[in-house]
């Protein structure tokens, strides 16, 4: 987040450097905040969801990789090996679970 930048201006900044969507600002749903922890460096945090038919495109500069799977799949893998996931994604993935904020 850049100085005197919203955490929805960050969002939508985020959204485009790393996934290259440019989105209007009322088109993201804000969820809910994690305060800064060990999960995530340290770092406050908002998290957002977007609903729509859009084509992301990583940007490896940004993001190492990125897949889609069924949040069921991602569920079962995060029960299995739990290690093989960043801690902030699995905190958000279980505030999400736990909210029921998955569309199934």
Not at 4 to 24: F, I, K, N, T
Not at 43 to 62: A, K, L, Q, T
Not at 93 to 99: H, I, N, S
Request: charged share 30%; hydrophobic share 40%.
């Amino acid at each position: 987040m850049n100085s005197g930048e919203s955490y929805d201006d960050c969002a939508r900044r985020e959204m485009e450097e790393e996934l290259g969507l440019v989105l209007a600002k009322k088109l993201l749903r804000r969820h809910f905040q994690i305060a800064a922890c060990s999960e995530t460096g340290w770092e406050f945090v908002w998290v957002y969801s977007v609903r729509g038919d859009y084509h992301p495109i990583i940007n490896p500069v940004e993001i190492e990789s990125g897949s889609y799977w069924p949040v069921a799949e991602v569920a079962r893998q995060l029960m299995d090996s739990p290690e093989k996931w960043a801690p902030s994604f699995r905190r958000v993935f279980d505030e999400f679970w736990q909210r029921r904020l998955f569309v199934l």
